[in-house]
């Protein structure tokens, strides 16, 4: 952690099975607040790439043509998966966001202090997911 920010990756294992190589990031929060986006995003439009964060490169979540079968594939660092179902990338990016929240202390966040002795200003991001991961597990 870096002031408030987690650096680290992200890997898809849908189904038991790693779908990617660990997509690096420096603000895993940036990253999840993007995918919790893509995940409650319910219109299906199969015209738009989904523009993810991730560190330094424009990753996509790119929708196939077939609007009654929709697949996406996630393009990333001169790579891509394969076509995978809307429905499981969606509960993949769920279940992905659950596990990694449940990582957060949130004890420490109200016991750091900055190198001048001021509490520490985290980032929103972070208290935006912390809220989002509130109202799922309501």
């Given at each position: ?6 650096y ?14 660990i997509?690096s ?35 996509k ?13 996630l393009?990333y660092d ?8 809307v ?10 966001f ?10 420490i ?12 200003d ?9 809220h ?7």
């Amino acid at each position: 952690m870096n002031s408030g920010f987690i650096y680290g990756g992200i890997s898809f294992i849908i189904d038991g099975e790693n779908r990617t190589e660990i997509l690096s990031t420096d603000d895993l929060h940036s990253t999840w607040l993007d995918l919790m986006l893509y995940y409650s995003n319910y219109t299906f439009n199969y015209k738009e790439k989904f523009i993810i964060f991730m560190g330094h490169a424009d990753n996509k979540l790119v929708n196939n043509a077939d609007k009654d079968n929709p697949h996406v594939r996630l393009i990333y660092d001169e790579t891509s998966t394969e076509w995978i179902p809307v429905s499981i990338m969606k509960q993949a990016v769920l279940d992905g966001f659950l596990h990694f929240m449940q990582i957060i202390d949130r004890s420490i966040m109200e016991d750091l202090y900055d190198e001048d002795g001021d509490p520490f200003d985290f980032p929103v991001e972070l208290k935006d997911l912390l809220h989002l991961f509130d109202s799922l597990v309501e």
